[in-house]
């Protein structure tokens, strides 16, 4: 037990003091914070600043119509096409506004500009314009109160889900449950991918460069192997614990350093998303996510184990690493496909509980609300085949792991898995 140690200790501190390592542990949560924040935040400040953008108003009524829905723009003087021209191109107004419209005909506006200003600007005064119209129609023909007719008269219909088990759970959450299905699960197929190919190419190396053949004369093949895959699983796991911790503080930062939430932590967590992940159970989400990768992970690291040893080369290594992911990829397209728009679909559920699609597919449908008692269920079937593929990879692995120059092929393993065995029970 021991040696077992040693070799997962040899392979987590090897490879947790590697640049890579560091700068993704570091990189990934900002770069996933900024995404979420930085959008929002800069089309904020964008549509702050109008005073540099004109307007010619030929009707007399809209300027006032456009201060009162808070859109401020610098009146100009009745204005020429030429004379707008010339005020753009000496930079003295980075666009013009220009309304025109007689009475009983509809309203006319022109943006003109050289640098285009952002779309929510355009859209805006198309929304202002449009309810403006309709005002005045309604006015010119003897409606006293416009406005509030308008607001009794235009109801937006909705169809509220709710699920009887928990009536707490609106159909806004939808928007941020498909998110979640999405990014997590294509987080855990970009996970143990990663991982795992880690562990077929220390195989390879070790094997090509014959480490191999001085480490096993200390300690056993099979506890070699599971030394490898117990030790990068926990540089796996610290990864993700530091992701967690890293964007969680990123997150409370943006929010509230930034001033996006001006109370404190309460107010964060019942702040727009936040109080949607929280809403939707992010604990269980966050454990499922963990169980989920680790059991995912150990499963197909044997597998990965295996071609490590049967193969000689990376090119071969690469190909029989895509057709062995490739379950993986047909998880991705079921997730995108139909897990996320019917989640208790039937290829969904079965696919939840197939060991070699379910850490996918289960992720996504555990964002929707999947029962914890089908996630156990899939753990323990994905668990149970991890034990038994770990039992299989280490008899392969043990007979495979000399072997170099020659070429060895899939049948090669299955034959020396067959002999293997059969020496077992003779013995």
């Not at 480490?215 to 614990?241: D, E, H, N, R, Y």
């Not at 728009?341 to 969904?348: A, G, I, V, Y």
Request: net charge positive.
């Amino acid at each position: 037990m021991n040696q077992i140690f040693i070799i997962i200790r040899r392979e987590y501190v090897t490879r947790v003091r590697t640049k890579a390592f560091i700068l993704t542990s570091i990189l990934m949560p900002v770069f996933f914070s900024l995404i979420m924040f930085l959008p929002g935040y800069f089309a904020e400040q964008n549509e702050e600043d109008t005073s540099r953008i004109g307007l010619v108003d030929h009707t007399g009524w809209m300027s006032e119509v456009l201060v009162q829905n808070k859109l401020v723009l610098t009146p100009l003087p009745a204005s020429t096409f030429d004379q707008i021209r010339s005020m753009i191109n000496k930079k003295k107004m980075d666009g013009v506004v220009e309304i025109t419209g007689e009475k009983g005909h509809p309203i006319s506006v022109r943006y003109y500009y050289n640098k285009r200003t952002s779309s929510s600007l355009i859209k805006k005064l198309e929304a202002i314009t449009e309810k403006a119209m309709l005002n005045k129609r309604l006015t010119e023909y003897g409606v006293k109160n416009p406005a509030q007719l308008l607001a009794q008269v235009k109801q937006n219909a909705q169809v509220d889900t709710v699920k009887v088990q928990n009536p707490t759970d609106k159909s806004d959450n939808d928007v941020i449950r498909y998110i979640v299905a999405v990014t997590l699960g294509l987080f855990i197929y970009m996970l143990i991918f990663l991982f795992s190919s880690q562990v077929m190419q220390g195989v390879l190396e070790e094997k090509t460069n014959r480490i191999a053949e001085v480490i096993i004369t200390t300690v056993s093949p099979i506890k070699f192997m599971i030394g490898k895959i117990v030790g990068i699983a926990l540089l796996g796991i610290t990864q993700i614990g530091i992701w967690i911790v890293l964007g969680c503080g990123l997150l409370f930062y943006l929010s509230v350093g930034m001033h996006l939430t001006p109370g404190g932590f309460s107010d964060f967590l019942s702040h727009g998303a936040i109080h949607l992940l929280v809403q939707i159970g992010l604990l269980k989400i966050i454990i499922g996510f963990v169980l989920l990768f680790i059991c995912g992970y150990l499963l197909y690291s044997s597998i990965f184990a295996v071609v490590g040893v049967t193969v000689n080369h990376h090119d071969e290594m690469q190909q029989m690493s895509m057709l062995v992911g490739l379950p993986l990829i047909i998880a991705i397209i079921v997730l995108t496909v139909d897990t996320v728009n019917n989640p208790d679909s039937t290829l969904s559920f079965w696919l939840s509980m197939i060991p070699f699609t379910s850490p996918v597919v289960m992720m996504g449908r555990l964002a929707f609300g999947a029962p914890t008692g089908e996630l156990i269920i899939s753990i323990a079937i994905l668990l149970v085949t991890m034990i038994g593929m770990m039992w299989l990879a280490g008899k392969i692995y043990r007979g495979m792991i000399l072997y170099t120059g020659k070429k060895v092929g899939v049948k090669d393993a299955i034959e020396w898995l067959q002999r293997s065995l059969t020496s077992k029970k003779n013995e």
